[in-house]
């Protein structure tokens, strides 16, 4: 008898990120889209990421290689948009290539929402369908990490 996930169980294979930008939403959405800029925040402080492919629009996919700073080669992780409302959400999968240490080939979803907060940017992450806590949590840390790379690149383009 297949044993059933209670509620409570569910939630906690979610991973809820909300963090606010001193940016206007739509340099916060098109810093997810545009292929220059998701490498410059993507990843750890160890990473130097590549976008090996980006096709921004439902049913388009992305592919980015997580390069390590010596230069190596690191994880790919790839995916599909399924719904793109410009500037407020995104929604898209997202799966670790062979190669991952922990979460190879699992199938995740990924939500991100974009609220203006008087010329700030609110914007919530959720990512959900992790096989594990321990999964879920490997994750927080490199999405807490990428999005304090992304307000760094965020201000850098502002000071310009």
Do not use: C
């Amino acid at each position: 008898m297949a044993k059933e996930k209670s509620p409570d169980a569910e939630s906690d294979l979610v991973l809820v990120i909300t963090r606010t930008f001193d940016a206007p939403r739509e340099r916060v959405f098109d810093a997810w889209l545009d292929p220059d800029s998701i490498g410059g925040w993507i990843g750890t402080r160890d990473i130097r990421a590549e976008t090996l492919e980006l096709t921004p629009h439902v049913g388009g996919r992305y592919r980015i290689h997580m390069r390590r700073a010596d230069g190596s080669s690191g994880p790919v992780v790839s995916g599909t948009y399924r719904e793109i409302v410009r500037p407020e959400r995104l929604v898209f999968t997202w799966m670790w290539e062979p190669g991952h240490p922990v979460a190879a080939g699992q199938d995740t979803l990924v939500t991100v929402t974009f609220s203006e907060r008087n010329g700030r940017t609110e914007m919530q992450l959720k990512h959900e369908l992790f096989s594990s806590k321990e999964v879920r949590d490997r994750h927080k840390e490199g999405w807490t990490v990428s999005f304090e790379k992304m307000a760094e690149l965020l201000a850098s383009a502002s000071a310009r």
